[in-house]
Structure formats: C-alpha cells, structure tokens
C-alpha cells in the first residue's frame, strides 16, 4: 500500500475518482466501517428504505 501511495498518477487517479488515499492500522479501518456502518443503517431505517436480496 506504500508503493502505491508513493505513485503521484495512482494518488492523482483515486482523487478524481473521489477517493482519499491514506495509510494506517488495520484496527483504524475496522473502526470505521463500524462507524459507518451505524450511520448508513441509521440513514436506511429513517428513510424507511428496503432492499431486496
């Protein structure tokens, strides 16, 4: 992942695309797909929005 983010066309791809590159703990990135997990469960209930398998 270092490698890649060390690549200025690759970091500059992913920001045209919307994406923030970044680095860090595995235990970081768990925590926020807990955390926006909440948020987006929280969003779907409230919008009353259903989905089909």
Do not use: C, N, W
């Not at 490698?3 to 595995?26: E, F, H, K, Y």
């Not at 970081?28 to 398998?53: H, N, W």
């Amino acid at each position: 992942m270092l490698a890649a983010l060390a690549d200025p066309a690759l970091v500059r791809q992913m920001a045209d695309l919307g994406i923030t590159p970044a680095s860090g703990a595995p235990s970081a990135l768990a925590a926020a797909v807990r955390q926006d997990m909440v948020l987006y469960r929280r969003i779907a209930t409230e919008a009353r929005l259903t989905f089909k398998e």
